[in-house]
């Protein structure tokens, strides 16, 4: 089957729970080998977007496709298909660093030859070769983040999703993780970010911007600045962008 | 089911286990300390019941009577003075159970063919040791009496008496009747629950709790895959301590073996399974691994210990909760323990019971992965 040129595609994506409504009429499109940025506040349906498009919550309406497999009707199939780093880089903190590899590996079935390569290549990436046999628990944040990583993309997926991947590391950490988003742009994958650090939208080849729910601009980081006026940043283009969304919406 | 991510799950959570050195010495010490505590203090026999002997007969015939009592390894006759209120403060303070007190006239009424009395006081405060002592105090007097009979019929140049009716009583299993062998077989069930049911139930809360749970979910990992991974590791464990405890009832507790060892390991598999899903079962339920522990506490260790009919027999319950125990799975592996530690059958006789658990441990499984699913979802 050839891939379709969507990556990620939504249409009117709603999530209700109860009579809060977390994303509401979400529609985008990520192309394949996209840096594609969700930029907004916390509570602003970041999390809960990525967490529908990964199969791990069923879509309150509307549709979503990751890599032309419906998120609702086929959720293995999209699990096959992505990586998925959430918030809170959920390793085991009483494995070692080999071992936390090793189970991704297993979970993720790639094939036991495959899989000595991809540790190696998990080890090199996050700068933990000399680590490996540490405990997991005593890494400092930057290298469990990386870890982290690692272990969601041990068996190669066409699409990563990586919710808040920065908060809560220092700049130098958070400037070599953009790095490896880079190197895995480059090598064909197709990395979706959330982040709440407007800087990094700059490192996003197009980004959305979300709040209560809604997408409310959606385009390159350029583009968007340059729409705002002249010598507009990012904050000025979300503070416009809310403006006008709070005088649509009151 | 793909056998690469059953076996990350299983080598992952033996890590897990190998890597708690607390819980993990827990796991292996219980059955110990368990074993020890029940099969030394815990005993449901009474012998040696403290006894204090009142004899205001001073006779040969009264004499001849107390020789019995202390001959007897049912007594231990401790006291023979004071009188009355010797025995009523020495049952006030726990120190005797029993006084036997011989009326000054005794053996002139036996001499004189008259009813001889002898008084038993008893501590009824425990009334199953009580009635206990009691009856064997009377079968003691009673054959007392009956050889007195029959030795007077015999110095009159009379034949002896037959009694007409004669009990002879063969104890087919446990001749010894000792409770020890029969606790301790019990006692494994309840272990096996407890262990089982506590390891699990943390399992997957901790999950919950830590977050790792959401990253294995966004993975390709099924739901039944990891239940059964985790499984597969805490049988492991639970086998371990099966051959803990099996060790301790054969080696240290003299425990006869009269089955079949490889039925025992069979049930021992069956029965351990379904304890770990009722574990798993509860840590789907629970997503606090506190709320867990308390539900896995209630709901293993006091079926197992009160109604499998390990400490006390089912017959003897009312009926309804009779009819309780019959969804209580240690109910099952007591009765197949019991069967094959002491009377030695096998399967023809025990099939029942292997279906049940067989049956009860689908189920807990079936209701755990689907559960699990339904929270993912």
Known sequence: MPPPEAAVRTEGLVKRFGDFVAVDQVTLAVQRGEIFGFLGPNGAGKSTTIRILCGLLQPSAGRAEVNGFDVAETPESVKQSIGYMSQKFSLYDDLTVEENIGFFGGVYGVAAERRVQRAEYVLRMAGLADQRGAMTRSLAGGWKQRLALGCAILHEPPIVFLDEPTSGVDPIARRRFWDLIYEMAAGGSTVFVSTHYMEEAEYCHRVALMYRGRVIALGAPAELREAEGPGATMDDVFIASIEREEARHP | MSLRRLGAIFRKEGLHILRDPRSLAAALLVPVVM????????????????????????????????????????????????????????????????????????????????????????????????????????????????????????????????????????????????????????????????????????????????????????????????????????????????????????????????????????????????????????????????????????????????????????????????????????????????????????????WKEALFLFIYAGLVFTLAARKMRQKIA
């Not at chain 2, 001749?175 to 699990?200: Q, R």
């Not at chain 2, 309804?320 to 009765?335: D, E, G, K, N």
Request: net charge neutral; glycine share 8%; aromatic share 10%.
């Open chain 2, 35 to 350: 074993l020890l505590l029940f099969g030394y203090a815990l005993t449901l026999d009474v012998d040696r019941v403290p006894t204090a002997i009142h004899d205001l007969d001073r006779s040969p015939a009264s004499r001849a009577l107390i020789e019995r009592f202390r001959g007897s390894r049912y007594f231990t006759v401790i006291q023979q003075e004071g009188g009355y209120a010797a025995i009523e403060e020495g049952i006030d303070r726990s120190r005797l159970l029993l006084g036997v007190v011989i009326p000054e006239n005794f053996s002139e009424h036996l001499a004189r063919g008259e009813e001889a009395r002898v008084q038993l006081l008893l501590d009824g405060s425990d009334s199953n040791t009580a009635a206990l002592a009691a009856g064997y105090a009377e079968s003691l007097v009673l054959a007392y009496s009956a050889d007195r009979r029959d030795a007077a019929l015999r110095a009159r140049g009379m034949k002896e008496l037959e009694m007409p009716l004669d009990a002879r009583v063969r104890v087919l299993y446990n001749h010894e009747l000792k409770s020890k062998n029969f606790i301790i077989p019990g006692l494994i069930a309840v272990i096996l629950m407890i262990i089982s049911a506590l390891l699990t139930s943390l399992t997957i809360a901790r999950e919950w709790e830590t977050g790792t749970m959401e990253q294995l979910l966004s993975t390709p990992v099924r739901p039944a895959e990891l239940l059964l991974g985790k499984l597969m590791a805490y049988f492991v464990l639970g086998m371990a301590d099966m051959a803990v405890a099996l060790v301790l009832g054969l080696g240290l507790f003299g425990v006869p073996l009269n089955g079949s060892f490889w039925l025992l390991v069979f049930f021992s598999a069956l029965f351990l399974f379904g304890a770990l899903c009722w574990g798993i079962l509860i840590s789907t339920v629970a997503r606090s691994q506190l709320l867990a522990f308390q539900a896995s506490m209630v709901s293993s260790f006091l079926p197992a210990f009160l109604l499998s009919g390990f400490m006390y027999a089912i017959e003897n319950m009312p009926l309804i909760v009779q009819q309780v125990t019959r969804i209580v799975p240690a109910r099952y592996f007591v009765t197949a323990l019991q069967g094959i530690f002491l009377k030695g059958v096998g399967m023809e006789v025990l």
